[in-house]
């Protein structure tokens, strides 16, 4: 997700809601006697019993207890830096071919088959081991597959400028050939790698090679399935649709899926300056407003331009046609959800779990699964001032289903029936997950917006959310389990709405940062909550702030509060995964606030638990916030680990069973290119992978890379 300050339509900021702060709310409307319901608690005596591992968990190779490499330090080079003993090889960019009979990617704009090729900006993944004989597996380490987002292109004026040629084109209406590489560049790959023991490779002509694409067939599962408000031309009885999109952070679920995000979908719609009018004071203005997708406002790629097929017009949101069975008004509604694929079955067809809610999903993150209890997901909706969310499952785990050969038939059972929640942070360091579901009369009786059913609960959550007075966050992006105790970290990202005013206990912060003579304000750096619950399935949580992000030399009293020093500060943090293998929870940035002093980067952490630290005062002029935060990391225990190529983000992690081997995304490098020097080699603000030695011409390219350690051992140790 690109947070960069000067970021266009990314940069989301549609919740205009009223939402008092957390404090100011009556206790008595959140009574959990009234309406605040909860999942059956069952099962867990003790958070101990967190720790128990799933059947589908490699065991910890060995839990680091203090990190052992070099910090590596900042660095403005067009290049990956890795500590000394590590090394670092490009394995699979924007464009590599996924089938045998694809030609080499010339990267020069004239390259086709982008539904057979690595789609753009490479974000969220996951590893799915695969033995010998072609079987699934947990502890398998020499070959895999790697279930990959491709978020987004970089792009400039409507085109995607270094796919096409010239830069595309930058007017409106746009060639249909632009637009189809475009359609097809987006979405998720899956791609077979191995290593013969010194290097590894992917497999051009793999079986399990697959793209998904925007025009891939998809279902629609869950609450949502068959609702009024999902009916579009291309399928009247609302139960199927098209293609994933803006897809952000990913997931491995408990029975080995892959479990992906659709965040900023909404930006590739448009619908015209009377669109209002045509819909006649119609609810859906308000959650179509609420979503980001004003009458009038212009797509970010102008696809509805390409001509009246199909494939241009679906995405024209507008109310053009007598019905909903007519046009495609309701197409926008079909994105946001978390989306469910079976890596090992090529020919499966997606899932949209509309449980899970709409809002721009980033990753998903599970409790640990324990025997006879719900399957519990945690998520985070990224943008300004939106929310932190949770899922409780009605089935309740059956470890049998780690092992299953029908692994997407495990995700209805679990990811189509349950309830959503979203979380409440009081003052005190205490918190609440507040239920959304029509159970709750104040969302079944609201005069905010009318909920007829758990559909439109599942259509339009964050107005849901919005009604119950939610938590409003320093934009929530990916979150994590510690393996270690249970405990769920989310990162929060930045925000430039952050002000001394609407300051609260769990966004602290609001202050003013330089970039040269550039001066940023608001949570400019952001920070990482977590929460420690005695079970997953319970309503409360104990919360607190595990790091803050902050230039080392900022002030200790108000912006440096984890007292960062040159080797671990950051900017940022977004990507959050904890390693299987080792616990070490790795940290990524996608940073505009302190690019003119290093590129972006990944960190590794040895975090604590909620409450090793204590209580802070923040002053803001006469106003005094008391925040809640963690045990200040060490030298040992928090470090920098990598440096991304210029202008890249640093996104996506996953790792062999037996940590020895990790693979880490770069995306965009490059991407403050100007459109006008797109054949200008010398003028581009990066050629990474090509000045590594990676592949054809000079275009930066997104890409995954894995990093060893030259003697083999395990990463981080």
């Known amino acids: 997700m690109d947070t960069r300050p000067n970021a266009h339509f990314n ?9 008092p702060a957390f404090e100011q709310i009556a206790q008595a409307r959140m009574s959990r006697r009234g309406w605040l319901q909860g999942a059956a608690s069952v099962g867990l005596a003790s958070s101990a019993a967190l720790a128990v591992p799933s059947a589908n968990a490699a065991a910890p190779t060995a839990p680091v207890k203090q990190l052992g490499f070099k910090a590596v330090g900042k660095s403005l080079a067009d290049t990956v830096v890795v500590p000394e003993g590590y090394q670092a090889q490009v394995l699979y960019a924007l464009g590599d071919p996924l089938n045998a009979n694809v030609p080499a990617f010339k990267n020069d704009g004239s390259d086709t088959h982008f539904d057979q090729r690595a789609g753009d900006h490479h974000d969220g993944m996951e590893w799915f081991g695969l033995d010998a004989q072609n079987r699934p597996s947990n502890t398998f380490t020499a070959r895999g597959l790697l279930a990959i987002n491709h978020e987004a292109t970089t792009d ?29 560049i987006h979405g998720l790959s899956v791609v077979e790698v191995r290593t013969n023991g010194k290097r590894w490779s992917y497999e051009q002509s793999s079986p399990y090679n697959r793209r998904v694409t925007t025009m891939t067939p998809a279902e629609l599962r869950g609450p949502a399935r068959g609702s009024e408000h999902l009916i579009t031309k291309h399928s009247t009885d609302a139960t199927v649709c098209r293609g994933t ?28 300056a009377q669109d209002d009018t045509r819909r006649n004071k119609d609810k859906s203005i308000q959650a179509l407003n609420r979503y980001g997708r004003k009458a009038g406002a212009a797509s970010r790629h102008g696809w509805e331009s390409g001509g009246s097929d199909d494939r241009f017009a679906r995405w024209n949101n507008g109310a053009v046609g007598a019905s909903a069975k007519d046009d495609y008004r309701n197409e926008m509604n079909t994105f946001g959800y978390v989306v469910e694929l079976d890596p090992y079955q090529p020919n499966s067809v997606l899932r949209k779990r509309t449980g899970l809610g709409r809002m721009g999903h980033e990753s998903v993150s599970f409790a640990i699964p324990v025997k006879g209890q719900p399957i519990v997901a945690y998520m ?6 939106e929310y932190i969310y949770k899922f409780v499952s009605k089935a ?24 959503l929640f979203v979380a409440r942070f009081k003052d005190d360091g205490q918190g609440e997950w507040v239920e959304l579901s029509m159970n709750n009369p104040v969302i079944a ?24 007075g939610a938590t409003k966050m320093d934009r929530p992006e990916w979150s994590g389990v510690n393996p270690k105790n249970g405990e769920v970290y989310i990162t929060l990202t930045n925000n430039s709405n952050r002000n001394a005013g609407n300051a609260d206990a769990v966004n602290p912060r609001a202050y003013s940062d330089m970039k040269g003579s550039k001066e940023n304000k608001g949570n400019v750096h952001g920070h990482i909550v977590r929460m420690a619950e005695v079970k997953p399935t319970d309503n409360n949580f104990k919360w607190d702030i595990y790091l803050f992000a902050s230039e080392a030399d900022a002030n200790k009293d108000s912006i440096n509060l984890s007292s960062l020093t040159d080797s671990n500060d950051l900017s940022s943090p977004d990507g959050l995964v904890f390693s299987p293998a080792t616990g070490v929870c790795w940290i990524q940035t996608d940073d505009g ?3 003119d002093k290093t590129n972006c980067m990944m960190l590794a952490a040895l975090p604590g638990h909620v409450g090793d630290g204590g209580a802070r005062q923040v002053k803001h002029g006469d106003k005094t916030v008391t925040t809640y935060v963690g045990k200040n990391p060490s030298a040992g225990t928090l ?22 081997a990790i693979f880490v995304n770069i995306q965009h490098p490059g991407e403050n290119t100007a459109m006008a020097k797109v054949n200008d080699a010398s003028q581009f603000e990066s050629q990474w992978p090509a000045n590594a030695g990676y592949g054809a011409g000079q275009r930066p390219r997104s890409a995954t890379i894995v990093i060893t350690k030259k003697n083999g051992g395990v990463i981080g140790t």
């Open 396 to 419: 309740v785990w059956d470890p049998k289903d780690a092992q299953g050969a029908n692994r997407l038939s495990a995700g209805d059972k679990y990811l189509d029936e349950g309830t």
């Open 445 to 468: 009786n609201s005069s905010y917006f009318e909920f007829k059913s758990n559909a439109d609960i599942a259509i339009f959550t964050r107005l849901a959310a919005d009604a119950v």
């Open 639 to 660: 470090k920098r680990f990598l440096v991304g190529p210029k202008g890249a983000e640093i996104t996506g992690i996953c790792e062999t069973p037996d940590g020895r």
């Open 593 to 595: 606030a302190y690019t």
């Open 380 to 385: 985070g909706d990224d943008a300004r001032g």
């Open 245 to 272: 999109l803006n897809n952000c952070g990913t997931g491995k679920t408990p029975w080995g899926t892959l479990v992906s995000g659709e965040e900023n979908w909404f930006g590739y719609f448009h619908r015209d």
């Open 156 to 184: 400039e004026k409507l085109s995607s400028f270094f796919l096409h040629t010239n830069g595309g084109t930058a007017t409106l209406p746009r060639p249909a050939a632009e637009i189809d590489k475009e359609l097809m």
């Open 11 to 19: 940069d989301e900021d549609s919740n205009t809601s009223a939402n």
